[in-house]
């Protein structure tokens, strides 16, 4: 039984990166948006798409200064947002 229970913990472990992850082509659009004040390569540098993700969130929160255009952003499009920002930011 224990087997088991590990087995199928290992595999959601295994899904978890790509069954949850943004799709950047879909992100590119729905970041149109914020290209008005952030600029990929720069204000992203170096960091995952699970980190700016964080940032929006953070932002969304009101855990600093943001223009309010990042509250109209849907839920459910910061992780596309944040996977394209992220690949972008890679180039």
């Not at 948006?33 to 009101?62: K, Q, V, W, Y």
């Amino acid at each position: 039984m224990k087997a088991l229970g590990i087995a199928l913990a290992m595999s959601c472990l295994a899904f978890s990166g790509s069954v949850w992850a943004g799709d950047p082509a879909a992100g590119e659009a729905k970041a149109e948006a914020c290209l008005d004040c952030h600029e990929p390569s720069e204000d992203f540098a170096g960091m995952t798409a699970a980190e700016i993700e964080a940032r929006i969130n953070a932002a969304r929160a009101g855990e600093f200064k943001h223009k309010d255009v990042i509250k109209e952003v849907p839920e459910e499009d910061i992780p596309d947002i944040a996977a394209w920002f992220d690949s972008e930011s890679a180039e």
